[in-house]
């Protein structure tokens, strides 16, 4: 567990020190997002092209709480 | 190329370094700058590149006032970055006002015996002031007993936030410091560590918990 030193508090952010937890808590808790380019092709000629962005997270964490 | 997007920012550093695999740039947005690098796709979900991806929020922490992270993974073109920024200045400006000179301590139970409850059917409201009142419970879930001593740091925050625990992460109290109050705020988390052992509190971060989603 990364504890706050006192005496560098405020001056030094140490990132090496944080863990697992602390990293996919602060970074991975409101999703990620994804994103995938698709090119549908027809006798080697490029018809349609669709770029895809897709947000993949907990779905407590993103929907209006009434729906929760 | 799209612009890989690591936060907010109200000022714009010298130099922030590198990024995952190119120099991280600000580049002007309405109501600030946003830290980027050029990038064709989005990063591998790896936890060296989350690290990395960690890295540049601290460093860009540590180097402006105010810094307001984004989603990782966040990849767009200069005009979907533009876009997404045109009308939301007022709502930059009050994240950035919320986050300055501030760091974010954050306080888990590590006890056993917390995991998250189980979805259960509620009966329908009976009425409207019924329905209200649970709405806004479900908006702001109060932290469970457990938090009781974490919380009474609050006196020494300037913001307090939780977040109920997930299937995969546990629940979370948030707090948001002054930077000129952390020493303290260390000082008393130390103490309030030492007689709750079922706690466990880490820190200081950027204020992620504090971010609005605004990208």
Not at chain 2, 181 to 208: I, K, N, Q
């Amino acid at each position: 567990m990364r504890h706050a030193r006192t005496g560098q508090i405020g001056h030094i952010i140490d990132p090496d020190e944080s863990t697992v937890l602390d990293v996919i808590d602060n970074l991975l808790s409101k999703g990620v997002v994804l994103n995938a380019d698709v090119i549908l092709a027809l006798a080697n000629v490029d018809l349609v092209y669709l770029r895809l962005s897709a947000l993949l997270c907990a779905a407590d964490r993103v929907l209006p709480s009434r729906l929760r | 190329m799209p612009l890989y997007v690591f936060a907010l920012v109200d000022a714009a550093p010298r130099t922030v370094g590198r990024g995952l695999s190119a120099a991280v740039a600000l580049r002007k947005v309405t109501g600030g700058y946003a830290a980027v690098e050029r990038r064709a796709d989005v990063p591998p979900l790896e936890f060296g590149t989350l690290k990395a991806h960690e890295q540049v929020i601290e460093r860009l922490a540590s180097l402006a006032p105010a810094v307001v992270p984004v989603r990782f993974g966040t990849l767009l073109t200069v005009d979907e970055l533009d876009a997404a920024l045109e009308d939301r200045e007022e709502e930059l400006r009050e994240a950035f006002d919320l986050v300055r000179g501030r760091l974010q301590f954050t306080w888990r139970a590590t006890a056993a015996g917390t995991p998250p409850r189980a979805r259960r059917q509620t009966a329908p409201a009976r009425s409207g002031t019924d329905y209200l009142r649970r709405a806004a419970r479900a908006a702001h879930p109060a932290p469970p007993p457990s938090f009781r001593r974490a919380r009474s740091l609050g006196r020494l925050a300037a913001a307090e936030r939780f977040a109920p625990a997930t299937a995969i992460i546990p629940g979370a109290l948030y707090h948001l410091v002054d930077r000129s109050r952390a020493e303290a705020y260390a000082s008393a988390a130390a103490d309030v560590r030492a007689h709750a052992p079922g706690l466990s509190w880490s820190g200081p971060f950027a204020a992620y918990a504090f971010a609005p989603e605004l990208l």
